[in-house]
């Protein structure tokens, strides 16, 4: 008996050894660009999941699933789902799935199908994450494309809608999302025909990858979120829009934000401006309500209509802007009130409103180097930006406000921020798109123009952040940590235009200055307080 039992140990003692001593199985799944179409040898040895391997070592073995053409989407023209690869991706018994589908999704004739895209990608992920293995499944987002033919793989589609839904359902299944866009993004001279990298795109590709798994061996924590920031909305426990970003001298982070009051009745009862911070983009404090309505002795008697707010500080005061109407009919009596306090998220007093300033909504106030204020605002009485001087007390106007010029499309919500030398005017304009039902409805997206001078005139630079799922658009653009973010609302977690909820993505530019465009962490699945 004692010599069986040792045995017995010793058996699986050796089969625990050798099973400590194979290697990680990589099963990479995707289509052409896994195949290694465009390389100089596709498969084993110059696709990126054979450069993988290489770089990788012998502690993991890669195999390559790709197959040309395949789509995500199950109505797609060609789903992976149903090629000859598929099956053997999932008999590999692999330790880890990265999964490579979404640009052929891009095309025309298959993102008529997008609605359906999360759902797909959530069943192939719970697919192979029930396998006898239980592989860690990493999605990864699509590369850019460079072709100009709006039907085939087409950037402003990979960008807008396949690579958000790939986060989104990778969001929902709780797996990890690689951001391969970035890669070769600006690298059209990797992709000789435009939509497959070359050798040496495919070696920057498995780069990417490799670093990601030696800086990762295990899946990260639960409380890990997929890019370092915290899960969009990021304000979930009151209905929130229109966020306007500032860094203040404590090093925090301040976001000054609308109140969508539930339930709603247009966007005409929304009140109670609240400010949120933070110091690591993570966690979030709300210093709750700094004002209210009935705080405003020359307002509306109705109440209501405390639209898009914005702050700024100087010598040692932090000024609160806010519009509000003084009248029953707000066309013409919007005003740009003024609250100050020594506190930047407390004890604001309402000391009145800039005289003099055009009726628009939507103020914003930037401060230069050199310590000069302007004021801009526009938007619900015309389609005109207006700017111009503040004097030292924030309150008076040093000259009269003028409409920038420039600007293409404006609708409202205009900010401004410097870069270096630039100045940036970023704004909503009036896109609009048909809904599920066919129905033409509004979908602004966010615009931006730049200049040599804060007061313009401005040249129109296009789009950076492409419509959410909400009618409305308004943003702001700050620099924290070396880092810039873009501020946004959507309304994901109610799907009603009139209950927002703000969001922050990181923003990045190119090297002339203009910006890329933002990828949304949006529709994220996350239940309401």
Same mark, same amino acid.
């Given at each position: !008996? ?67 053409? =395949? ?61 006898? &293995? ?12 460079? &072709? ?67 800086? @990762? ?76 309505? =009935? ?108 409409? !920038? ?17 630039? @100045? @940036?005017? #970023? @704004? ?21 123009? #730049?200049? &040599? =001078? ?76």
């Amino acid at each position: !008996m004692i010599r069986r039992a040792v045995l017995t140990l010793v058996g699986v003692l050796n089969i625990t050894l050798l099973l400590a001593t194979q290697p990680i199985r990589i099963s990479c799944v995707g289509a052409s660009i896994t195949e290694g179409y465009g390389t100089t040898k596709p498969w084993n040895e110059n696709s990126y999941p054979a450069q993988v391997g290489h770089l990788l070592g012998n502690k993991y073995h890669v195999e390559n699933y790709g197959r040309g053409g =395949s789509t995500m989407l199950r109505k797609g023209d060609c789903p992976y789902w149903d090629k000859e690869k598929y099956q053997p991706s999932m008999d590999s018994r692999p330790n880890i799935v990265f999964i490579d589908l979404g640009g052929n999704d891009a095309k025309l004739r298959n993102r008529i199908h997008k609605a359906d895209f999360v759902e797909d990608a959530c069943e192939l992920v719970y697919r192979y994450q029930h396998l006898p &293995t239980h592989p860690r499944v990493i999605l990864m987002t699509a590369i850019p494309g460079f &072709t100009n033919d709006t039907t085939e793989i087409w950037n402003t589609a990979i960008v807008r809608d396949i690579n958000p839904l790939i986060i989104e359902a990778a969001r929902m299944m709780r797996v990890e999302v690689l951001d391969m866009y970035p890669v070769l993004e600006g690298h059209q001279d990797l992709m000789p025909d435009k939509i497959h990298p070359n050798d040496e795109g495919a070696r920057m590709m498995a780069e990417k990858m490799a670093w990601y798994l030696l800086t @990762y061996p295990q899946k990260p924590s639960e409380e890990m979120t997929i890019d370092g920031l915290a899960d969009n909305p990021f304000i979930t426990h009151i209905y929130t829009a229109d966020p306007s970003a500032h860094v203040w001298k404590d090093g925090r982070l301040y976001v000054y934000a609308s109140h969508d009051i539930f339930p709603p009745r247009g966007c005409d009862r929304m009140d109670e401006y609240h400010v949120f911070s933070t110091d690591d983009m993570t966690h979030w404090t709300d210093h709750g309500e700094i004002l209210r309505q =009935s705080d405003v002795t020359w307002g509306r008697k109705e109440g209501g209509w405390m639209w898009a707010p914005d702050c700024a500080f100087k010598d040692g005061k932090y000024y609160f802007y806010f519009p509000h109407p003084s009248a029953t009919k707000t066309e013409n009596s919007w005003k740009i009130g003024v609250a100050v306090s020594r506190h930047p998220a407390k004890d604001f007093k309402v000391i009145g409103y800039i005289e003099g300033a055009p009726s628009a909504i939507d103020p914003c106030v930037f401060v230069d180097n050199d310590g000069q204020a302007y004021v801009y605002n526009g938007g619900g009485t015309g389609p005109l930006v207006y700017g111009g001087k503040l004097k030292s007390n924030m309150i008076e106007l040093d000259g009269e406000m003028r409409p !920038m010029e420039g600007l293409v499309d404006f609708h409202e919500a205009a900010f401004v921020f410097r870069r270096k030398d630039i @100045y @940036y005017l #970023t @704004y909503a304009d009036n896109h609009t798109e048909k809904d599920a039902n066919g129905k033409q409805r509004g979908y602004n997206q966010l615009c931006y123009a #730049t200049s &040599t =001078s804060p007061l313009g005139p401005w040249k129109y630079q296009g789009i950076y952040l492409y419509p959410t799922d909400c009618d409305t658009s308004h943003g702001s653009v700050v620099e924290y940590k070396g880092q810039w973010y873009a501020f946004y609302h959507n309304c994901s977690i109610t799907h009603q235009g009139n209950l927002r909820s703000i969001c922050v993505d990181r923003l990045f530019f190119n090297p002339d200055g203009t910006i890329k465009p933002v990828y949304q962490r949006h529709k994220s699945e996350i239940p309401r307080k």
